[in-house]
Nanobody
Framework: QVQLMESGGGLVQTGGSLRLSCAAS????????MGWYRQAPGNERELVAV???????NYADPVKGRFTLSRDNAKNTVYLQMNSLKPEDTAVYYC?????????????WGQGTQVTVTS
């Protein structure tokens, strides 16, 4: 019912910047949260940044001060501005939308976009 369209990944040098976008379409009942996770080869998928329906922002410690998450509620879109990129930021980045219908929660994931930061 919900589809997530991601864009903005790519190859950058250390210290460079990228902006990821994630636009949700389809039937959203009541959004709990929307944000980004990432997964490097051999690692578990980890939280990068998330914003709740109330506007509360949460960032993983490694990206605090470098990444900024913003939201356009009317467009059901979130943006992740990534500055001062480091090689350890290299990963596939996945958009997440957490929806709610009554007492049930539903998570929707994007297909992922590759971010590669060269040394």
């Amino acid at each position: 019912q919900v589809q997530l369209m991601e864009s903005g990944g790519g190859l950058v040098q250390t210290g460079g910047s990228l902006r990821l976008s994630c636009a949700a379409s389809g039937r959203i009942f009541s959004m709990n949260a929307m944000g980004w996770y990432r997964q490097a080869p051999g690692n578990e998928r980890e939280l990068v940044a998330v914003i709740t329906s109330g506007g509360r922002l949460n960032y993983a410690d490694p990206v605090k001060g470098r990444f900024t998450l913003s939201r356009d509620n009317a467009k059901n879109t979130v943006y992740l501005q990534m500055n001062s990129l480091k090689p350890e930021d290299t990963a596939v980045y996945y958009c997440l939308l957490s929806d709610r219908l009554g007492s049930d929660s539903y998570d929707y994931w994007g297909q992922g976009t590759q971010v590669t930061v060269t040394s």
